[in-house]
């Protein structure tokens, strides 16, 4: 979906989303994938919030998540 919506002059298009990722069944868990090939990549936020491993977590530290989640995509 993310190729087909890739403009022409686009160098490149991330889909971001909050849902953990499971490529296949046997996997754990990926924090995002990418095609050089297609020029598309998808990336979770899922992980980053301490909510996902404890609903009652004290709270949300976002410049955190921030800090952690954009050198991960970056890389």
């Keep these: 979906m ?4 890739l403009p022409a002059d686009g160098f490149c298009q991330i889909g971001v989303c ?9 996997w754990n868990f990926v924090f995002g994938l990418a ?5 598309t990549g ?3 936020f899922a992980r980053y919030d301490e909510r996902f ?5 004290y ?3 976002y410049d955190l998540i921030k ?4 050198g991960v995509m970056g890389h």
Excluded: C, G, H, N
């Design 2 to 5: 993310l190729q087909k919506s």
């Design 18 to 26: 909050i849902t953990d990722l499971y490529p296949r069944e046997e």
């Design 35 to 39: 095609s050089i090939r297609e020029r």
């Design 42 to 44: 998808v990336f979770s």
């Design 53 to 57: 491993f404890e609903e009652a977590a």
């Design 59 to 61: 709270k949300t530290d």
């Design 67 to 70: 800090w952690r989640s954009m």
